[in-house]
């Protein structure tokens, strides 16, 4: 699997704890997170037994240094014990004494290469008596500037409440994780703060504030806010992380149910000398996902809502406020689709309003409350992703694998899928998929694109006086991460985009350096009351190799 960032989500500024705690594994956490995985001693000793019953039924027992040592002739008595031997041996034999007349036994000449010779006073330095060597200055009584270590530490990981933290989901060398970011925009400052194992290879990632549920949480207890972040993977279960705890082992909440969909034995499948079937997919749940989870959304209304889209074909909605337990899971699950969900996001204008894109060439609109009096469109090619535009209720765009993006109303489209449904305008992006796509929260009618063609570019969509919206393209720009796999507009600055994509590099851009940028979002900053400053170095800003810092200070000493 080659090295690649498959996505990138903002934190606001503000909303991270100023100072992350670290992660503590004890005793009330072991039993959360025997809770959460569902996993029981008895169930693990089955596991073990029918593991070792597969591994028999194929022919692979233990091997090398765990299996036992037999002997063929099953005599034990040939075996000596090698320390009863040895006593024996030595019980034998007598040593000699020095003789009483012998000069030489006083200087004790056999054991002459084994003293421990003690040179006191040698040196330039051997007139100084009673001087004393610390190991530690913190030992040492005359120094009164102490190295505070935990200070050091913790000014390192401290994040302001200016910084943004980004959440990138990189797999580099078949080791997947979460690597979390922090980006000072007022020094053009990238780094990496901490990172977070992850069990498989990630697809989504969605950010939210509502702290997951636990078995000890009280539901009259007044909502709370937090810093987390959903991932969906390969897995058909989705997992929430604190992204103000360090070095975490588990995630808070797992929305799923492992342990009926993980597949922990391997069981024979045939000796390899006959073609066998495709395995079929697994029955479709309505509690739970059973493939990959390739799309999540939350609802920034009702903050206790996560909407997942899976491979399995099925749009599922979860309550976080709730304890999963036994039994429960998704309290909502929809199968508007033939094929597998690419992608799904809520209307945050009607937040009981949820928009589908699909494999099966379609999107689909409907209100959680009744899918069956949804309405949808039917495109020429699969969906690479969606978004509604946050300026107006009912529009909405969608990305192709064709290279094309489109815009629709919501309010147009048939509920049949029979009928045709013309999108208001069409916009051919790229050479080649179309799959990043986003619209920037602060700036109306601007949106951005990421292609398989390496290119990151960004839109102007205006208003006509005879209502046709017309579509420009204000600038276009290689990032540097090879395929664009994910780019997203900054929450706090409106021309700043994040990108990531096969190269597993992240890069920013703030796109008011460029002054052509500058001049065609002139009027609508001004609207927005944002006031933008130029850059050096195009905008482009990374995170800096230790190798390059090293290099340009040796360029500087030279």
Not at 31 to 48: M, N, P, T, Y
Not at 129 to 140: A, E, S, W
Not at 348 to 368: A, I, N, Q, W
Request: hydrophobic share 35%.
């Amino acid at each position: 699997m080659s090295n690649l960032i498959s996505c990138v989500s903002w934190v606001k500024r503000g909303v991270s704890a100023h100072q992350p705690s670290k992660y503590v594994l004890d005793e009330k956490e072991l039993e959360r997170v025997s809770a959460l995985a569902r996993i029981e001693l008895e169930d693990a000793r089955v596991e073990i037994e029918r593991a070792h019953n597969a591994a028999k039924s194929m022919g692979k027992g233990a091997e090398g240094a765990e299996a036992d040592d037999v002997d063929e002739d099953g005599d034990e008595d040939a075996w000596v014990d090698e320390e009863e031997a040895s006593m024996e041996v030595d019980g034998d034999v007598q040593v000699d004494a020095p003789e009483k007349g012998d000069d030489l036994a006083q200087y004790n000449l056999d054991e002459y290469d084994e003293d421990d010779v003690k040179e006191d006073g040698m040196g330039p330095f051997s007139n100084i008596k009673g001087l004393t060597f610390y190991r530690d200055n913190q030992d040492d009584p005359y120094i009164t500037l102490k190295d505070d270590v935990e200070d050091d530490e913790r000014s390192e990981l401290e994040i302001l409440p200016t910084d943004n933290l980004l959440v990138t989901a990189k797999t580099e060398d078949d080791v997947s994780q979460l690597e979390i970011y922090v980006y000072d925009e007022s020094q053009d400052n990238l780094y990496v703060h901490h990172d977070l194992m992850l069990p498989n290879f990630p697809l989504c990632l969605e950010w939210l504030d509502f702290p997951p549920a636990s078995s000890e949480m009280q539901t009259d207890a007044p909502p709370k806010f937090g810093n987390y972040i959903a991932v969906g993977t390969l897995d058909p279960e989705i997992e929430i992380w604190s992204l103000d705890v360090m070095e975490s082992m588990y995630p808070d909440m797992i929305l799923g149910r492992p342990d009926k969909t993980a597949a922990h034995v391997p069981v024979p499948a045939g000796t390899g000398k006959k073609k066998r079937k495709k395995t079929k997919h697994r029955p479709s749940s309505d509690t739970y996902h059973v493939d990959a989870v390739l799309g999540l959304s939350w609802n920034r209304t009702h903050r206790h809502m996560l909407a997942s889209a899976s491979a399995d074909r099925t749009v599922k909605l979860w309550d976080l406020s709730r304890p999963i337990v036994d039994g429960e899971g998704a309290i909502r699950s929809f199968g508007v689709h033939k094929d597998k969900v690419q992608a799904v996001q809520w209307n945050e204008k009607e937040p009981t309003v949820l928009l589908s894109g699909s494999y099966d060439r379609t999107v689909r609109v409907f209100d959680s409350r009744a899918p069956d009096t949804g309405v949808g469109a039917v495109l020429g090619a699969d969906v690479e992703a969606l978004r509604w535009d946050p300026w107006e209720t009912h529009a909405f765009y969608v990305s192709l694998e064709n290279g094309l993006v489109l815009n629709f109303d919501a309010r147009a489209l048939p509920t049949d899928m029979k009928s045709p449904s013309p999108a208001r305008f069409t916009l051919s992006a790229h050479d080649g998929a179309v799959s990043a796509l986003d619209v920037s929260p602060l700036l109306r009618g601007c949106i951005c694109t990421g292609g398989t063609d390496k290119l990151v570019k960004v839109w102007n969509v205006d208003e006509t006086a005879g209502g046709k919206p017309a579509v420009s393209m204000v600038a276009s720009r290689d990032m540097e991460v090879g395929k664009v796999f994910s780019a997203v507009f900054s929450p706090d600055d409106p021309l700043t985009i994040a990108a990531a994509g096969s190269k597993a590099k992240l890069q920013l851009w703030d796109v008011g350096a460029n002054s052509g940028a500058r001049r065609a979002f002139a009027s609508k900053l001004s609207e927005a009351g944002r006031v933008l400053k130029e850059k050096e170095g195009g905008g482009l800003v990374g995170l800096v190799d230790d190798d390059e810092t090293s290099e340009d200070e040796g360029d500087e000493d030279d």
